[in-house]
């Protein structure tokens, strides 16, 4: 994940313990939720509107996992030998092998430029890359870093801005006054520009590039919870459970905490588009992930301007990530309409 | 009223002291000095450090921060690593294409998300609303300079409907022209906005329709367009321009690559040329001058409440 | 003594789960000129949906399905728009349970009681202002002209209702529907209010359809009490004979948990069970899960409104049909 120097097969196991935890962790939120009435009226509210849009998710996060289930060794034929030694996902194996010269238009049968016979002619159906990489291939790879980058930074940023926010809100007074200064510095700054110079301090690897965006993007939610828990801490039950002699932090944890857990889950999915719009902004600027749709189509840009123009293959980086994002966007609208605390009670 | 924004300022001011001081810490800890930009990056180490020395960096860090700050609050923010102006002059050159542009595509936003927030917010459940819907999501799912890319290839290349590198021409000098220049990367922003904006619109409306003031109303027998002029559009007013006036700093800053894209002569751009050049001293100026106008938006949405809201204004 | 409203029949439903639940069932009232019909029940009974379907002002996705409303004969429910827009507020007014939130906070209270004047009848703004204040000073509010430019934020609660209720009398309607004009309002308030109601009906000869669920209120201004349970009329009949002499069995538990009747020393009455939410509406009558003279005719089907006892109260009840 760092990108510095972990051996391949602790690569591969690290990747694989993660989707295993994800699915573990899937697999248990899945039976928390349809215990509870409340939820589970929420996600099925959340099917029965946008259908379309949880599945076109499921299917990136589908290939996300098969991205990052890897191992080492086995080779296809044809394959140089480094790659028998690296950690290699299900993915990689599926195009192993498929890798041309250069350029190629898609369904084609030659190169692009020197009109070569290519090794697996009519094969790419979107062609191939300046590395001869199958552009299917390349874009597919993308899902895993799209949602890398979002997934990854909001579980920084949301606990942050959700401690802050909470804890500024429900204590008040000094505290809220020096979370509100710290608040106000950063949002004053220019997003892009924080961004940038951050990623120019910390370095350019993807935990770096995550971080920074969770810098730079952790104060709106802020705000959001601490208007929240300064409402929640007015209502009658937390009063009554003072009268009762709980604790700060018991009234936080069972009682404010929860009544914004459904603003999470909201901010997590609106969150996640606009991080992932951020990297592709850094992308164009040079210094975004390695393998993001944003750097594919920013080392694409030139060849928009040849003659004929080579639109293969930013095509579908493009398509891709505006799916996504359009499907993620859809699926957090909603979201917000099913978790409107004024409806919540209703579905059950 | 006077009185409520001096204690708002007032409020600001350690929140710009602190901010500056982040700004020049951070920038200070980028790698690579700005010396290099004048001397070019395989000079002889006494040419970086007498460089360095022009340029007084060979100073205690404390000391480098006063002498900013002190030239900062007269304006002074130094000289630009590229060319050697003052910054401030440069910015101040700058100015007006950037305010052209937040103009502009402030205008296309807003036209874009009232007609579509009003609409789904009146008629929740029709298929015009499920379109807006989806034009919503859509609209923040491409960053703003593929959708100029894009643009620009379509209308300006291959068409040549409007120019595919923008000048800077002043509304009033050429009107027609400006509107030509500008109108490519203001929609492209303005479309980003209009999918923020929309959304606030219809939800605030939304809100202020189901307040039982409008059942009040509708209960003395006023129509539709009496309810919405009188009751509603008041009411609605102060999230809809919380989330106007905090996007303004954001069309300003946050246009980098739109301008550099459509060869705009803005702040954007300058910002732009100054990373790459790693022009310290304009960068620090451009995050000054930005929070200089988030705290100054701040400070006009406050007096916008009070205008729109008699309950703020007595108190 | 003619007739002004009369509502028979009037059904409005609402989509639950699926089915279309009748919220007001089969309602059916009358009120007489200048008199006072208090519509008496629990919260979730109906009462107030009721209300609000005598001005079309149903709120989404709640629909009129069946019946008719009359005012002076007309049956106002296949009334266009524009015809509703010009009997609220005109016609018949209404004054709501929350004056709270019921004024719009950024407009000045005189202007918005104009408001109410100046859309049904052409008035000249300087003649409409005197009639304003006059009225402001009619129904109690002290130093009219000042606080005909006040904002209701500057007004405290039993203010505020008293500019509802002027609001709803500057046009002079022949009915006025009170949704629980004292509920929000402290005990003293409260009193106050009801007596300005009185003298307000006196002096303008209006019709109230007072909607409440406190028996002292009712006792102190109704002519006649409808109760409603779960959506349907159960009891109707002039107040004297229906507070005196309750026949329904709701009826009698309601008035005999009262505390003034409880005898010292021993438990309060409280009526067993809880009311059902429409989701739960059982079949036949609706009360029998609660009602201590349940018995089989009234799982099949539901009572309706008799002259029975004869003479005293109209009951739906099939206990009071057997043995009255």
Known sequence: MTDTSLSPALQALVSNSIVLLLIVGGVLGGRAIRKNDIWRGACSGLFARRRLSVIVVGLYVLVALADSISWVGGSAAGEDQVAAHEARSLIDRAFAGTKEKSYSAPFSKTEFYDKSPLRHPKKHWFGTDVLGLDVVYVTLKGAKVALLIGGLTSLITIPLALFFGMTAGYFGGKIDDAVFLLVSILASMPGILLLIVLIMVMGRSTLSVCIALGITSWVGFCRLSRGEAMKLRELDYVAAARALGASHTKILMRHILPNLMHLVVITFVLLFSSLVLAEATLAWLGIGVDGSWGQMIAAAKDELSRDPIVWWNIAPAGAALFFLLLAVNLVGDALRDVLDPRTLGERT | ?315 | MSTLLELEGLTTSFPIEGKLVPIVDEVSLKIDEGKCLALVGESGCGKSMTALSILRLVPRPGVITSGEIRIDGRNILPYSVPQMRAVRGDDVSMIFQEPMTSLNPVTRVGDQVLEALRLHEKVSKKAAQQRGVALFKRVGIPDPEARFRSYPHQMSGGLKQRVMIAMALITKPRLLLADEPTTALDVTIQAQIIELLRELQRDFKTAILLITHDLGVVNQLADEISVMYAGRVVETGPRQKLLGSPSHPYTKGLLAALPSRALPGQPLFEIQGTVPSPKDWPEGCRFRGRCAEAREVCAASIPRLQDNPPGLTRTACFAREESP
């Open chain 2, 1 to 315: 009223m006077v009185s409520y924004i001096v204690r708002r300022l007032l409020q600001f001011i350690p929140v710009l002291f602190l901010a500056s001081i982040a700004v020049w810490a951070i920038i200070y800890a980028v790698p690579g000095s700005p010396a290099t930009a004048l001397v070019g990056t395989d000079a002889t180490p006494e040419a970086l450090a007498a460089a360095e020395q022009r340029l007084g960096l060979d100073k205690p860090v404390p000391l480098q921060y006063l002498q900013w700050l002190s030239g900062a609050v007269v304006g002074d923010f130094g000289d630009s690593a590229i060319n050697g102006a003052p910054v401030l002059g440069q910015l101040a050159e700058r100015i007006p294409a950037s305010l052209q542009l937040a103009f502009f595509s402030l205008m296309i936003g807003l036209l874009l998300a009232l007609p579509l927030g009003i609409v789904s917010a009146l008629q929740p459940r029709s298929v015009l609303t499920k379109v807006i819907n989806v034009y919503q999501a859509a609209a923040l799912a491409i960053p703003t300079f593929w959708v100029g890319i894009l643009l620009i290839i379509g209308l300006a290349v291959k068409r040549n409907v409007f120019p595919s590198v923008s000048n800077f021409v002043p509304l009033w000098v050429d009107p027609v022209g400006a509107f030509r220049h500008t109108f490519l990367p203001a929609l492209c922003l303005g479309i980003y906005i209009s999918g923020i904006i929309a959304r606030f619109v219809s939800a605030s409306l939304k809100d202020t329709l189901a307040q039982d003031y409008v059942r009040t109303a509708r209960a003395k027998g006023a129509g539709e367009m009496a309810i919405m002029s009188r009751h509603v559009l008041r009411n609605s007013l102060v999230p809809i321009l919380t989330q106007v006036v905090m996007a303004i700093p954001f069309l300003f800053t946050g246009s980098l690559l739109l301008e550099a894209g459509f060869g705009i002569p803005g702040l954007g751009a300058v910002t732009f040329e100054a990373i790459q050049a790693n022009d310290f001293s304009t960068l620090r100026a451009m995050v000054f001058l930005g929070s200089l106008l988030f705290i100054l938006g701040q400070i006009l949405t406050d007096i916008s409440y009070t205008l729109v809201d008699p309950r703020i204004r007595l108190q």
